[in-house]
């Protein structure tokens, strides 16, 4: 079972690296990294996110999850 979970963290961990490589930048610089959105922006964000945005929320959702049970695992 370790061996398992371990090999999909290992996995998962790669496929979020490039993931994350393979997305664009963007131009706005800090302008949104401090909260510089309201919650009227946040109505349907999940729609306008990318493929490759999507991916990785999910990616790291499941990275998260299997680093948790490899700690409990241990």
Request: net charge positive.
């Amino acid at each position: 079972m370790k061996v398992f979970l371990t090999v999909v963290h290992v996995i998962v961990s790669i496929a979020v690296m490039a993931v994350i490589l393979m997305q664009q930048r963007k131009q706005g610089g800090f302008t949104g990294v401090f909260g510089g959105g309201t919650q009227a922006d946040a109505a349907g964000q999940w729609q306008r996110f990318t493929l490759l945005t999507k991916a990785t929320i999910v990616l790291t959702a499941v990275f998260l999850a299997t680093s948790l049970i490899l700690v409990i695992v241990r």
